[in-house]
């Protein structure tokens, strides 16, 4: 038995504690199903905002079963939900909020204060350190207010809390503390458009309408996630219609897609840049110590022909792991493919012969990609063995540090360059491996910087010295091609900014429906 299959008396303690697995008056209120076919494994870890890493793979189940304080949605990159407004001092050390009257768990109890403070104070995701350093204390003057007191003004507070990070997503209290952790990723409990109906690990994961949604009841009755690892296997299923939106198609499986009657490619401008991190770059006896060397990895890059091949053209090669849509990017030169400038520079550095790089450690979703690097980098001489691993347990070793010579980097999270650079780059970051002090220095300084003019240069001076460093290689900020099969309305997909996925899931329609 799964650590994940509940037993019969699993589901009547958690019934008894306030969940119903059966089916709602929802159901009869909203009609048909709708079937994803997912690229990645899902994880339970990702049923909980408790545990969000800074990317954006959670969010495809967060945005269903969950909702936030404030987060991104159509048309606004902060938009007020579980609060209907909020404010904050003049001297910006108290931010409040006002939660919307009305709001209701799926088990229909209402969203109140100490769910807000107690969401944000087991909150262990990315960036969690950060904000518990500057956030001292947060108030319940009464259910609907909440009030979050920082030790000094801090520009960044939103950004962070309500789009970077799952800290703002609110659960409920009093359900999380009879059921326990894992309890709740089991059966979990939130506030969102769509309840959790069941979860088979590996093979799909299932969720019904909740008419009691403050927004608007779902028209969609249930929806369900079909984890499809191979990608020509998504495609089949969706031609035979046995799913209707099939994630990540790429390559010559989307020019097939551009010539099946009655399925439609949906390229999304996500905000998902792919990088080369050299994780042994501050050992003094690693080839990567060398800035050369690092280098001499980027020129190697085809990253136009890779693009082209994969993407059908639709990425963007920025030269950044900031996202071009963020605010306070710097745009850095177009990157080049020279790999005869990468060839000389290896020689320079004592590498004339090139030399055993190790492995190359990648989400096995982008696998593809990471043999097109490999391949790239063992044309000059830079030879490496591919490690893909499947999505979630990349992360948790990317984030505890497992990792040794390369790593196949990637995020799409919501956020701005200061919450990228913070994940990524800067000490103490979920997935930093070593440091630069005066980048550290700098970003230390840019996060007390009121004037955001004086703030826009510090971070821009951030990014100047990653790409002259090559602190890491940027690849490309990823086109995510998709296909919609011919029974979709409304699929979500470029409806909310920056959002790789489908989404929100109360908009998306069946055709007729």
Same mark, same amino acid.
């Given at each position: 038995?799964?650590?994940?299959?509940?037993?019969?008396?699993?589901? =009547?303690?958690?019934?008894?504690?306030?969940?119903? =697995?059966?089916?709602?008056?929802?159901?009869?209120?909203?009609?048909?199903?709708?079937?994803?076919?997912?690229?990645?494994?899902?994880?339970?870890?990702?049923?909980?905002?408790?545990?969000?890493? %800074?990317?954006?793979? #959670?969010?495809?189940?967060?945005?269903?079963?969950? +909702?936030?304080? $404030?987060? #991104?949605?159509?048309?606004?990159?902060?938009?007020?939900?579980?609060?209907?407004?909020?404010?904050?001092?003049?001297?910006?050390?108290?931010?409040?909020?006002?939660?919307?009257?009305?709001?209701?768990?799926?088990?229909?109890?209402?969203?109140?204060?100490?769910? *807000?403070?107690?969401?944000?104070?087991?909150?262990?995701?990315?960036?969690?350190? !950060?904000?518990?350093?500057?956030?001292?204390?947060?108030?319940?003057?009464?259910?609907?207010?909440?009030?979050?007191?920082?030790?000094?003004?801090?520009?960044?507070?939103?950004?962070?809390?309500?789009?970077?990070?799952?800290?703002?997503?609110?659960?409920?209290?009093?359900?999380?503390?009879?059921?326990?952790?894992?309890?709740?990723?089991?059966?979990?409990?939130?506030?969102?458009?769509?309840?959790? $109906? @069941?979860?088979?690990?590996?093979?799909? !994961?299932?969720? &019904?309408?909740?008419?009691?949604?403050?927004?608007?009841?779902? @028209?969609?009755?249930?929806?369900?996630?079909?984890?499809?690892?191979?990608?020509?296997?998504?495609?089949?299923?969706?031609?035979?219609?046995?799913?209707?939106?099939?994630?990540?198609?790429?390559?010559?499986?989307?020019?097939?897609?551009?010539?099946?009657?009655?399925?439609?490619?949906?390229?999304?401008? @996500?905000?998902?840049?792919?990088?080369?991190?050299?994780?042994?770059?501050?050992?003094?006896?690693?080839?990567?110590?060398?800035?050369?060397?690092?280098?001499?990895?980027? /020129?190697?890059?085809?990253?136009?022909?890779?693009?082209?091949? /994969?993407?059908?053209?639709?990425?963007?090669?920025?030269?950044?792991?900031?996202?071009?849509?963020?605010?306070?990017?710097?745009?850095?030169?177009?990157?080049?493919?020279?790999?005869?400038?990468?060839?000389?520079?290896?020689? &320079?550095?004592?590498?004339?012969?090139?030399?055993?790089?190790? &492995?190359?450690?990648?989400?096995?979703?982008?696998?593809?990609?990471?043999?097109?690097?490999?391949?790239? /980098?063992?044309? *000059?001489?830079?030879?490496?063995?591919?490690?893909?691993?499947?999505?979630?347990?990349? /992360?948790?070793?990317?984030? +505890?540090?497992?990792?040794?010579?390369?790593?196949?980097?990637?995020?799409?999270?919501?956020?701005?360059?200061?919450?990228? =650079?913070?994940?990524?780059? *800067?000490?103490?970051?979920?997935?930093?491996?070593?440091?630069?002090?005066?980048?550290?220095?700098?970003?230390?300084?840019?996060?007390?910087?009121?004037?955001?003019?004086?703030?826009?240069?510090?971070?821009?001076?951030?990014?100047? =010295? $990653?790409?002259?460093?090559?602190?890491?290689?940027?690849?490309?900020?990823?086109?995510?091609?998709?296909?919609?099969?011919?029974? *979709? %309305?409304?699929?979500?997909?470029?409806?909310?900014?920056?959002?790789?996925?489908?989404?929100?899931?109360?908009?998306?329609?069946?055709?007729?429906?």
């Amino acid at each position: 038995m799964s650590a994940f299959d509940i037993t019969r008396r699993e589901v =009547l303690r958690l019934v008894a504690a306030g969940l119903a =697995l059966g089916p709602s008056a929802a159901a009869a209120a909203a009609k048909g199903q709708l079937t994803w076919a997912i690229h990645v494994s899902l994880a339970p870890i990702w049923f909980d905002p408790a545990q969000t890493p %800074g990317l954006i793979t #959670p969010f495809m189940v967060l945005y269903a079963l969950h +909702d936030a304080l $404030v987060k #991104p949605m159509p048309g606004q990159v902060l938009a007020p939900c579980l609060a209907q407004s909020w404010s904050a001092t003049e001297d910006g050390l108290s931010y409040e909020f006002v939660l919307r009257q009305g709001t209701k768990f799926h088990n229909g109890e209402p969203v109140t204060a100490e769910d *807000v403070k107690f969401s944000f104070e087991r909150y262990r995701g990315a960036s969690h350190e !950060l904000m518990a350093a500057r956030v001292a204390a947060v108030e319940t003057p009464d259910p609907q207010h909440v009030r979050f007191k920082l030790r000094e003004a801090w520009p960044d507070f939103l950004t962070f809390y309500a789009t970077a990070t799952g800290a703002g997503w609110i659960v409920p209290k009093k359900y999380v503390e009879q059921v326990g952790d894992e309890g709740f990723k089991k059966a979990p409990i939130g506030a969102g458009p769509y309840k959790f $109906v @069941s979860f088979n690990p590996g093979v799909e !994961l299932v969720l &019904e309408a909740f008419d009691g949604y403050w927004r608007k009841a779902p @028209s969609v009755g249930r929806l369900v996630f079909r984890v499809i690892p191979d990608e020509a296997t998504r495609l089949a299923a969706l031609k035979r219609g046995e799913v209707d939106i099939a994630y990540s198609i790429r390559g010559e499986l989307a020019e097939e897609v551009q010539r099946s009657p009655g399925l439609t490619l949906k390229p999304v401008n @996500s905000p998902a840049t792919f990088w080369l991190s050299f994780a042994d770059q501050w050992d003094p006896k690693s080839p990567w110590h060398d800035s050369r060397v690092r280098r001499a990895a980027s /020129l190697a890059i085809d990253r136009k022909s890779i693009n082209q091949a /994969l993407t059908l053209g639709y990425s963007k090669l920025t030269g950044s792991i900031i996202p071009q849509s963020y605010d306070f990017y710097w745009q850095p030169p177009t990157p080049e493919y020279d790999p005869e400038q990468a060839r000389k520079l290896l020689a &320079e550095a004592g590498h004339a012969g090139g030399f055993d790089a190790g &492995e190359y450690n990648c989400d096995s979703s982008y696998a593809n990609l990471a043999e097109a690097v490999l391949n790239n /980098l063992g044309e *000059v001489g830079i030879r490496a063995r591919l490690r893909p691993i499947e999505r979630a347990g990349f /992360l948790q070793g990317w984030a +505890d540090k497992n990792y040794k010579n390369l790593i196949q980097g990637g995020s799409g999270a919501f956020g701005n360059a200061a919450t990228r =650079l913070a994940a990524f780059i *800067v000490g103490g970051g979920t997935y930093v491996y070593g440091s630069y002090p005066d980048i550290d220095e700098l970003f230390r300084q840019q996060a007390a910087e009121l004037d955001r003019k004086k703030r826009e240069q510090i971070l821009f001076k951030i990014q100047q =010295l $990653v790409d002259e460093r090559t602190v890491c290689a940027a690849i490309w900020q990823l086109a995510f091609i998709n296909a919609v099969g011919p029974r *979709v %309305g409304q699929s979500g997909f470029d409806l909310i900014q920056d959002f790789a996925y489908t989404g929100p899931y109360e908009d998306i329609t069946l055709k007729g429906g």
